[in-house]
């Protein structure tokens, strides 16, 4: 009999290749995941901090930090000491940035559009609702 956390693991591999995480550059750009999803979670506020991010994605300070001077770098992110205290920086998109976020905001739609698009509207609704458990019961 398969355990529960088999089970866990079976359903997470199966979701992270059907939406296409194990490729190596998210949607065909020179991004990763993770560096994707930051700049997802800086455009989506004011006065995003690495504290921040490192917080709220559980990742690595070493790893965020590494990452963030790669962004900067590939011109993707700037830095805007804080007017407050001098030892905080905020995190800001570039124009490029923006760009390539909303590309890729577009081209997740049309995933989502066409990995759902064989299921009637109820079967879509339920999807979302299984979802949405899922999210309450991890966030328990």
């Known amino acids: 009999m398969e355990s529960?956390?088999?089970?866990?693991?079976?359903?997470?591999?199966?979701y992270v290749a059907h939406i296409g995480l194990i490729n190596q550059n998210y949607f065909e750009s020179d991004l990763s995941f993770t560096e994707v999803r930051l700049l997802y979670e800086i455009g989506e506020r004011d006065n995003a901090t690495a504290q921040f991010l490192s917080d709220k994605l559980h990742l690595?300070?070493?790893?965020l930090s590494r990452t963030i001077k790669s962004l900067i770098k590939k011109d993707l992110l700037r830095k805007e000491q804080s007017e407050n205290d001098a030892r905080t920086y905020f995190l800001c998109l570039t124009a490029g940035a923006q760009r390539?976020?909303?590309e890729?905001?577009?081209?997740?739609?049309?995933?989502?559009?066409?990995?759902?698009?064989?299921?009637?509207?109820d079967d879509k609704l339920l999807l979302v609702q299984c979802m949405e458990t899922i999210q309450y019961l991890l966030n328990k």
Do not use: C, P, W
């Open 60 to 63: 690595d300070k070493g790893y």
């Open 104 to 121: 890729s905001h577009r081209k997740v739609e049309n995933q989502i559009a066409n990995m759902t698009a064989h299921l009637h509207a």
């Open 4 to 14: 529960y956390a088999a089970k866990v693991r079976r359903f997470n591999r199966f």
């Open 100 to 102: 390539l976020l909303n």
